[in-house]
């Protein structure tokens, strides 16, 4: 059984229709990459998962368990975590004040003060600018930030959109380093990206979104090789 199902979800914006029917699956421990160019739906899928947005047929499975109507902060504390495009850091408030935030789901202070110092290890600017106001990080520590921050929910499934966005190269592969290490770890990973060279490059297996529709799927490093999807994604 998938960790993540999707089954036929349709969205619609008013009258517009978003997600035609999509239907795709994430296994325990998978990277799996869901690329597309912008307009394709890939946000609105992200937000429909986790509960910011209600589908209007179709469904959303975490653990055999449906959570289709289940509001956005109880999908956290059932072990899914999800960092929004744009990094949407607390500006005003400090890295570490920003990072007990991601923990509100947590109980056990014990637990919490041990997710902190993962979180720390695994970033260690964070660490050394955690007095800091967020507002004030640079776009690659904000998006560190950002995954930190849902890291300290302690989920099973991270869903990444757009990690890459407005980052210098060598950011950008910093971040996706952070991104497979996690993996390693033993964290499942759907990742919505629009630089999907560097998705493929990193992910066991990707589904193609285009207009609402998914029109390829496959695995990521035979996806990474098809002259159309080089053509349409890659810019080659």
């Known amino acids: 059984m998938a960790m993540l199902e999707v089954k036929d979800l349709q969205v619609f914006y008013g009258m ?12 325990e421990g998978e990277t799996v990459a ?3 160019a912008n307009g394709a739906g890939k946000t609105t899928t992200l ?24 509001p956005a902060h109880k999908i956290v504390s ?8 744009g990094r949407r850091v607390f500006a005003q408030l400090s890295v570490y004040q920003n990072l007990k935030m991601g923990a509100y789901t947590r109980k056990d202070k014990a637990e919490i003060d041990e997710m902190l ?4 290890k695994r ?46 190269p060598i950011l950008v592969n910093e971040i996706f380093d952070i991104i497979q290490s996690l993996n390693k770890a033993g ?32 695995d990521a490093q035979v996806l990474l090789n098809d002259e159309s999807i080089k053509k349409a994604y890659l810019g080659e």
């Open 34 to 36: 869901l690329i597309g």
């Open 78 to 85: 059932l072990g899914m975590a999800h960092v929004p495009e």
């Open 16 to 27: 517009i229709q978003a997600i035609k029917g999509i239907s795709f699956e994430v296994n």
């Open 187 to 218: 964290t499942t990973v759907l990742l919505v990206e629009q630089n999907a060279k560097k998705a493929l490059s990193i992910a066991d297996r990707a589904y193609v979104l285009e207009t609402g529709r998914i029109v390829q799927s496959g």
């Open 117 to 120: 110092e993962t979180v720390y």
């Open 47 to 70: 937000h429909t998962i986790t509960g910011l947005l209600s589908p209007k047929k179709g469904s959303v499975v975490f653990e055999g368990k449906e959570i289709t109507k289940v």
């Open 123 to 168: 970033f260690p600017r964070l660490k050394e600018r955690q007095n800091q106001m967020a507002g004030t990080l640079s776009g690659g520590e904000q998006q560190m930030l950002a995954m930190g921050r849902a890291l300290m929910s302690k989920p099973k499934i991270v869903l990444l959109d757009e990690p890459s966005m407005g980052l210098s």
